[in-house]
């Protein structure tokens, strides 16, 4: 593919701004690469991320070194049954001293919004999130207000458990870019966190890297990404696939396409390339499209498993030819 080849890159090496982010990244959360890189490639293509694993192997930590390192406003929100939209969006409240009602924005009015296991509040506190998490706008009392930019959405839940927990539709699911699963870190990565000072908190020791408009100015940059025409098609053909196979119900929608061109364009960019090449979409295939397949095949709770539908996605790119 002689045009990919002979493209130029777009600044011949990772932005320094954002090659100090990825270093102070990995040194907080240790021995996962690949899952700091999906997170940026997120961030970077303007998409929201699901992380998705047993508690206590770094969801938290990630997201919250992630929103320091990123110098954005940073909220959470713990989901739990009782959680309501307004709990979420904000509130008009009646304001005695100006005779009026006077709108109380909630924590979802921030850059990046830590929903800490959501898929432990109700359908309908779910559903608050779609409006902001597809156009960047929350619509109360008659009125549309925007959200700060970027606008950024880390989500945590545990597929595990099933006690008082609302599986995420898939309307919701189809808004988030990626899916990641932490794991559980090597032997000497968790010898090395057990051997951190007690009360440790390494959070804090990540620097403000890069502010609201400098972020906002990379994602310009990776907008600028170039796709070639045979990289568009292997793309389509791999989603296509996703809706024709008989082990699918429902494939990956067009939102889903979009997003996984976005993300390839991320990681190129990531990788100081100026085009994406077809190890993007294969890199990226699973923890973009995974969580959108609907699979035919459930288990006795009544759902696909992740290991399942990642599977078929892993299938598929062996399945589908790569360009050449």
Same mark, same amino acid.
């Given at each position: 593919?002689?045009?990919?080849?002979?493209?130029?890159?777009?600044?011949?090496?990772?932005?320094?701004?954002?090659?100090?982010?990825?270093?102070?990244?990995?040194?907080?959360?240790?021995?996962?690469?690949?899952?700091?890189?999906? !997170?940026?490639? !997120?961030?970077?293509?303007?998409?929201?991320? #699901?992380?998705?694993?047993?508690?206590?192997?770094?969801?938290?930590?990630?997201?919250?070194?992630?929103?320091?390192?990123?110098?954005?406003?940073?909220?959470?929100?713990?989901?739990?049954?009782?959680?309501?939209?307004?709990?979420?969006?904000?509130?008009?409240?009646?304001?005695?001293?100006?005779?009026?009602?006077?709108?109380?924005?909630?924590?979802?009015?921030?850059?990046?919004?830590?929903?800490?296991?959501?898929?432990?509040?109700?359908?309908?506190?779910?559903?608050?999130?779609?409006?902001?998490?597809?156009?960047?706008?929350?619509?109360?009392?008659?009125?549309?207000?925007?959200?700060?930019?970027?606008?950024?959405?880390?989500?945590?839940?545990?597929?595990?458990?099933?006690?008082?927990?609302?599986?995420?539709?898939?309307?919701?699911?189809?808004?988030?870019?990626?899916?990641?699963?932490?794991?559980?870190?090597?032997?000497?990565?968790?010898?090395?966190?057990?051997?951190?000072?007690?009360?440790?908190?390494?959070?804090?020791?990540?620097?403000?890297? #890069?502010?609201?408009?400098?972020?906002?100015?990379?994602?310009?940059?990776?907008?600028?990404?170039?796709?070639?025409?045979?990289?568009?098609?292997?793309?389509?053909?791999?989603?296509?696939?996703?809706?024709?196979?008989? #082990?699918?119900? #429902?494939?990956?929608?067009?939102?889903?396409?979009? !997003?996984?061109?976005?993300?390839?364009?991320?990681?190129?960019?990531?990788?100081?390339?100026?085009?994406?090449?077809?190890?993007?979409?294969?890199?990226?295939?699973?923890?973009?499209?995974?969580?959108?397949?609907?699979?035919?095949?459930?288990?006795?709770?009544?759902?696909?498993?992740?290991?399942?539908?990642?599977?078929?996605?892993?299938?598929?790119?062996?399945?589908?030819?790569?360009?050449?």
């Amino acid at each position: 593919m002689h045009t990919l080849g002979a493209s130029t890159t777009i600044r011949g090496m990772l932005d320094p701004a954002l090659e100090r982010l990825v270093v102070a990244l990995n040194s907080v959360v240790r021995g996962k690469p690949e899952v700091i890189e999906a !997170a940026l490639v !997120a961030v970077l293509a303007r998409g929201h991320i #699901l992380l998705e694993d047993v508690p206590g192997v770094g969801k938290t930590t990630l997201a919250e070194s992630l929103a320091r390192g990123l110098g954005c406003s940073f909220r959470r929100v713990q989901f739990t049954s009782d959680l309501l939209p307004s709990d979420i969006l904000g509130v008009s409240v009646y304001s005695q001293r100006d005779e009026r009602f006077v709108f109380r924005e909630g924590p979802i009015f921030s850059n990046v919004l830590l929903a800490d296991e959501i898929n432990r509040t109700t359908p309908k506190t779910q559903s608050s999130l779609l409006e902001s998490m597809n156009e960047g706008q929350v619509s109360l009392d008659d009125t549309t207000r925007p959200l700060p930019q970027p606008f950024i959405v880390v989500a945590t839940q545990n597929p595990q458990d099933f006690h008082g927990t609302y599986p995420l539709p898939e309307s919701q699911l189809d808004r988030f870019m990626v899916r990641v699963r932490m794991g559980y870190p090597a032997q000497e990565t968790e010898r090395e966190i057990l051997s951190r000072p007690p009360g440790a908190r390494p959070t804090l020791s990540v620097p403000a890297c #890069l502010d609201p408009e400098r972020l906002l100015e990379l994602q310009r940059q990776v907008d600028a990404v170039r796709v070639d025409p045979l990289v568009l098609d292997y793309l389509l053909a791999l989603v296509r696939e996703t809706r024709r196979t008989p #082990l699918v119900t #429902l494939g990956a929608s067009t939102r889903g396409a979009l !997003a996984l061109q976005s993300a390839c364009r991320a990681r190129a960019y990531l990788q100081g390339r100026a085009f994406v090449l077809p190890d993007d979409v294969k890199a990226l295939a699973v923890p973009v499209l995974a969580h959108r397949l609907s699979l035919a095949a459930r288990t006795e709770a009544g759902s696909a498993t992740r290991e399942q539908a990642e599977r078929v996605v892993a299938d598929l790119l062996e399945k589908v030819p790569v360009p050449v």
